[in-house]
């Protein structure tokens, strides 16, 4: 089956290495034309683990091209993904769907009777029938259908989450489009895979639902983490015993200091808006967005509190500062409000992370960069975890704790060693727990 993926940013480019890898033929389409080359030339734009291999391997396969011209995709395609961007409106909350209407308008003018238009972006309920408005308005004679098929990948396991997800979303109320949509995933079917189809408006709510879900289950183990630190319990025993229960599940149950991203902040705040638009009061919803925002701003605080001494004058080295392990992304990172705020009460702040420092320079001002972990922390008063990369897991703490003023690590993860790293010399802090 030919595919047409249109957006070439981390969802496009994800799904269409793996629906090529499924057997599809697709061609990725980006307006921009330098991310084509880059990726004609075997250059992959964004970090992702095994994303290069999988575009390399399926483009000397001959199923997976790009191009900048969608007219030229479109030929023979049976589907058409819209995965385009939907930031938040400025100066709003909702979601700016600009990119995913002009994507449509071009699809109506170059599709062919039987395509089926499938939006992997995030998208409103209610989108997919606007979008099926302005292509009946542009080709009143085309033979269409509009799909929600949303995306459940998370950075730094897309591929994996694409090729063994827990379920796949078919949002569709037209049978013979449906049934086209369970084609494409046959492959994926014939592994075991869940294909659940449902109506077009309900897989769009879907998608939000489960992001919101998601939001407020961090929220709830990051107010308990408080809890536990009042009272003197672990929280990785909390979870452990909430997690076991089948209803709750041990997943997205480990504190930090609060969720960023591309999605989570983003996605909470544009279902609030669509359910505010409806007259629909989602409270606890807005409870997990103002929860997350006060402990981002509050974390610098919390890192003076453990340190038990005002940073004023002091410097302080910050490992990690992607929003999560295993990306480049900054995005609504926690890191930002850590450092910003550290800034803010007077410390010189030095900084490190495996992937995020060239990303890292468009967010932050007035910062040290360093070249690694032992860098970062050489003279530092305090050291503050805040990304769980796997290598801060095997540092020399010894070493480290040589190279520091003081040493004390705020480890806003819970990812280090106790023993190791208090045998090292460090007075170590952590999340929710009574040490
Ligand atoms: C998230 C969802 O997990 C995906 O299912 C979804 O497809 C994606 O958004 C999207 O809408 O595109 P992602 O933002 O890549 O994926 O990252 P997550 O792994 O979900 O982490 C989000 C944030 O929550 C990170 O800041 C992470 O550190 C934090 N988090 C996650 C916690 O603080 N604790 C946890 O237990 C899990």
């Known amino acids: 089956m030919k595919v047409v993926i249109v957006g070439s940013g981390y969802v496009g480019l994800v799904s269409g290495a793996c629906f090529s890898a499924l057997g599809h033929s697709v061609v990725c389409v980006d307006s921009n034309e330098q991310k084509i080359e880059t990726l004609k030339a075997g250059g992959v734009p964004i970090y992702e683990p095994g994303l290069g291999a999988l575009i390399k391997t399926n483009i000397e396969q001959n199923r997976l091209a790009f191009s900048c011209d969608l007219e030229g995709a479109m030929k023979g395609a049976d589907f058409v993904f819209i995965a385009v961007g939907t930031p938040t409106r400025q100066g709003g909350s909702e979601a700016d769907l600009t990119s995913v209407y002009s994507v449509a308008s071009a699809i109506a003018l170059t599709a062919d009777d039987g395509i089926i238009i499938v939006t992997k972006s995030t998208v409103p309920v209610g989108t997919g029938e606007a979008l099926e408005g302005i292509v009946r308005a542009a080709r009143p004679d085309l033979v269409f259908a509009v799909v929600s098929n949303p995306e459940f990948l998370k950075e730094g396991s897309a591929i994996e989450d694409f090729m063994k997800p827990d379920r796949v979303v078919v949002g569709c109320d037209l049978p013979w489009a449906g049934e086209k949509m369970k084609a494409l995933y046959e492959p994926l079917r014939a592994m075991g ?243």
Request: charged share 25%.
């Open 193 to 435: 895979v869940t294909i659940l189809h449902t109506g077009r408006n309900a897989a769009e709510v879907i998608k939000y639902a489960a992001n919101a879900f998601l939001a407020i289950k961090i929220s709830f183990i990051n107010e308990i983490a408080d809890f536990c630190e009042a009272v003197g319990a672990d929280v990785a025993e909390v979870a452990d015993g909430l997690g076991k229960d089948k209803r709750i599940g041990r997943a997205f149950l480990n504190p930090g200091p609060g969720y960023g991203g591309s999605c989570f902040p983003k996605d909470t705040l544009a279902l609030l808006a669509t359910a505010q638009s409806h007259a629909v009061n989602l409270r606890v919803v807005e409870s997990s967005i103002s929860a997350n925002d006060a402990r981002k701003r509050g974390m610098g605080n919390r890192v003076v509190r453990a340190l038990g001494q005002s940073v004023r004058g002091k410097t302080i080295a910050v490992l990690g500062l992607t929003f999560k392990a295993n990306t480049d992304d900054m995005r609504e990172a926690p890191s930002l409000d850590i450092v910003t705020s550290l800034q803010r009460l007077g410390a010189r702040v030095r900084v490190y992370d495996p992937k995020g420092m060239e990303q890292a320079r468009q967010y932050l001002r007035d910062v040290d960069y360093t070249a690694d972990p032992y860098q970062c922390a050489t003279g530092a008063d305090g050291i503050v975890v805040a990304t769980e990369w796997k290598e801060f897991e095997h540092l020399d703490f010894v070493r480290l704790a040589a190279l520091t003023k003081h040493a004390a690590i705020v480890d806003l993860r819970n990812i280090l060693d106790v023993r190791k790293v208090e045998a090292a010399g460090f007075e170590l802090h952590r999340i929710g727990s009574p040490r």
